[in-house]
Structures are given as structure tokens and as C-alpha cells.
């Protein structure tokens, strides 16, 4: 008797547990072109097709920035920049749709003025990576995609550089003292040939009242790309000692790291970058 009421109570859960998945389905629907599909949650892993936009695909699971979706039988992942949910409740015959596009919190930076320092330009091109690209190209890309990003927001962001052109560590800090700025932040890629597999990110500040800004912002960094967390260090570096507001110098991965390089040649992790420091500066104005 007792075997028979455990099986009663085990289908009862079992129907109860299949109802609640079947009457609140996620469903994602592509927002954007030729998106890659990728074998593992992370710009680490091999793309095995693309999907388009107004496509939709049932998701399966999430894991951090990443959504398992299934298409004709196979299974693969996208990042949430690329997609947004539609949940679906059914009720009898008829079914109610809400949607919601997957943001983050950046609330606090609405009329914020960031200063954006894309790292060496011109003649000085800093680092040279494992594909022979320059750690100038890479730093202007980054800086205009956090621009992007933080303009998204609210924010008012300007740059010292808006192209491949040398500009003196003194220039950009005037620059940023000048326009009055709420936030400096140099963007910058790091280089160890002799040591090419090391990888992550460091941050460094230079005031005491930065460090809590190197925190927020480097803790996001680290949350929203999984990347090797480096942490943040003191540094008396030209651009933070002479500058009159809170700054900081971002490295922000290493392009002499072959698979560390290619991330970066990635526009979604230079997203994800710029999430990450977009999130810490909300928590440092809030």
C-alpha cells in the first residue's frame, strides 16, 4: 500500500512540475542579423551555425550572460545582447504574451560625464598582439563601444581620441580636467610575450578616494565577462597623478594571450566589457 502512495505522489509532482513548464515557456526571440551560436556559454567556444532575426527558439537554460537554445534538434548557445525573452502563460484556450528585453542596471549615470582615454594612438601603438593588430586599434574600438553603452544610459561621454592619432598623457588628462568630468578612464591592453598564456584583467587607481570606484567597476568587469580577476592595485601612473578627478586605468585583457586576443577581437565581449563598467559606475554614483 505504502509503494502505491509513493508512486500517486511521485506522478502528482512529476504532472506538476511538467504543467509549470509547459504553461510558462521562455521563448527568445534574435534580435540582429548573423548572430553566432556557439557550443558553450562563452566567446571561448566554436561557433557551430548563426540565427536571424525575428527567428525564435525555445530556451532551454541560462547561465550567466548566455542562453541554451535548441533549433531543429540541436542545441547551442547565444549572448543576451543578441536576443530577448518572450514569456508565455497559457490559460485555457487563450495565451498572454509579455515581453522583455534583457538589460542591466545602469540607472545612476543619466547626465554623467565620463571621460573615455583609448589608450596610445598613431606612432605610439602600444602592445602588438599575436595577430600583429596594435593595442591602439584595440583600445579606440573598446572605448567607442563603452561609449555605445554608457550613452545608452544617459550618460555624456567624451573621448581624447576619436581616431588613430597620437595624443601627450598630459593632453588627455587636461582634457578630461577641463570638461570638468564626473569619471577619467584610461582604456589599455596588456602584453607579456614571454609569458603568453597569461590572461584577465587588472584595474588600477592611484588616490584613495578611487579605490572604491577600482572596486565597483572592476567587480562588474570581472561579473559580467568571467574572465581571470587580476584585482585592483595602487599605481602611480602618468594619467591618474595628474588628474583632479576620480580615475581610473583599465587593462583589460592580454593580446599577447592567443585566445585571450581573440575574445577581444569579439564585439560581444567588448560589450560585455562595457556592461561591466557601466554597472560599476552606476554603483559608484548611486
Given at each position: 500500500?505504502?509503494?502505491?502512495?509513493?508512486?500517486?505522489i511521485t506522478l502528482c509532482f512529476t504532472v506538476m512540475f511538467?504543467?509549470?513548464?509547459?504553461?510558462?515557456?521562455?521563448?527568445?526571440?534574435?534580435?540582429?542579423?548573423?548572430?553566432?551560436?556557439?557550443?558553450?556559454?562563452?566567446?571561448?567556444?566554436?561557433?557551430?551555425?548563426?540565427?536571424?532575426?525575428?527567428?525564435?527558439?525555445?530556451?532551454?537554460?541560462?547561465?550567466?550572460?548566455?542562453?541554451?537554445?535548441?533549433?531543429?534538434?540541436?542545441?547551442?548557445?547565444?549572448?543576451?545582447?543578441?536576443?530577448?525573452?518572450?514569456?508565455?502563460?497559457?490559460?485555457?484556450?487563450?495565451?498572454?504574451?509579455?515581453?522583455?528585453?534583457?538589460?542591466?542596471?545602469?540607472?545612476?549615470?543619466?547626465?554623467?560625464?565620463?571621460?573615455?582615454?583609448?589608450?596610445?594612438g598613431d606612432r605610439d601603438t602600444g602592445a602588438i598582439g599575436?595577430?600583429?593588430?596594435?593595442?591602439?586599434?584595440?583600445?579606440?574600438?573598446?572605448?567607442?563601444?563603452?561609449?555605445?553603452?554608457?550613452?545608452?544610459?544617459?550618460?555624456?561621454?567624451?573621448?581624447?581620441?576619436?581616431?588613430?592619432?597620437?595624443?601627450?598623457?598630459?593632453?588627455?588628462?587636461?582634457?578630461?580636467?577641463?570638461?570638468?568630468?564626473?569619471?577619467?578612464?584610461?582604456?589599455?591592453?596588456?602584453?607579456?610575450?614571454?609569458?603568453?598564456?597569461?590572461?584577465?584583467?587588472?584595474?588600477?587607481?592611484?588616490?584613495?578616494?578611487?579605490?572604491?570606484?577600482?572596486?565597483?567597476?572592476?567587480?562588474?568587469?570581472?561579473?559580467?565577462?568571467?574572465?581571470?580577476?587580476?584585482?585592483?592595485?595602487?599605481?602611480?601612473?602618468?594619467?591618474?597623478?595628474?588628474?583632479?578627478?576620480?580615475?581610473?586605468?583599465?587593462?583589460?585583457?592580454?593580446?599577447?594571450?592567443?585566445?585571450?586576443?581573440?575574445?577581444?577581437?569579439?564585439?560581444?565581449?567588448?560589450?560585455?566589457?562595457?556592461?561591466?563598467?557601466?554597472?560599476?559606475?552606476?554603483?559608484?554614483?548611486?
Amino acid at each position: 500500500m505504502k509503494w502505491k502512495l509513493f508512486i500517486l505522489i511521485t506522478l502528482c509532482f512529476t504532472v506538476m512540475f511538467s504543467l509549470v513548464f509547459i504553461l510558462y515557456a521562455k521563448t527568445g526571440q534574435i534580435d540582429g542579423m548573423n548572430v553566432n551560436v556557439r557550443s558553450g556559454p562563452g566567446v571561448e567556444f566554436d561557433v557551430i551555425t548563426q540565427v536571424h532575426t525575428p527567428e525564435n527558439y525555445e530556451i532551454l537554460e541560462e547561465t550567466g550572460n548566455w542562453a541554451k537554445i535548441e533549433m531543429d534538434e540541436v542545441e547551442g548557445w547565444i549572448h543576451q545582447d543578441y536576443y530577448s525573452i518572450e514569456e508565455s502563460s497559457k490559460k485555457g484556450n487563450n495565451i498572454n504574451h509579455s515581453s522583455k528585453t534583457i538589460k542591466h542596471s545602469v540607472e545612476n549615470l543619466y547626465r554623467k560625464k565620463i571621460v573615455i582615454d583609448p589608450g596610445h594612438g598613431d606612432r605610439d601603438t602600444g602592445a602588438i598582439g599575436v595577430s600583429g593588430q596594435h593595442e591602439s586599434d584595440y583600445t579606440l574600438k573598446t572605448a567607442k563601444i563603452l561609449q555605445e553603452v554608457l550613452e545608452e544610459a544617459g550618460a555624456e561621454v567624451l573621448l581624447t581620441r576619436e581616431t588613430d592619432r597620437y595624443v601627450p598623457l598630459t593632453s588627455r588628462t587636461t582634457f578630461a580636467n577641463l570638461m570638468k568630468a564626473d569619471v577619467f578612464l584610461s582604456i589599455h591592453y596588456n602584453s607579456t610575450p614571454e609569458l603568453p598564456t597569461a590572461n584577465g584583467i587588472d584595474t588600477y587607481y592611484m588616490a584613495r578616494r578611487d579605490k572604491q570606484l577600482a572596486q565597483f567597476v572592476h567587480q562588474e568587469i570581472i561579473h559580467e565577462t568571467l574572465v581571470t580577476d587580476r584585482g585592483i592595485e595602487e599605481r602611480d601612473l602618468h594619467v591618474l597623478r595628474t588628474n583632479h578627478l576620480p580615475s581610473l586605468l583599465l587593462e583589460l585583457g592580454f593580446i599577447s594571450n592567443e585566445k585571450e586576443e581573440k575574445n577581444i577581437q569579439s564585439r560581444a565581449h567588448l560589450r560585455a566589457i562595457s556592461r561591466g563598467i557601466a554597472r560599476g559606475l552606476s554603483l559608484y554614483f548611486q
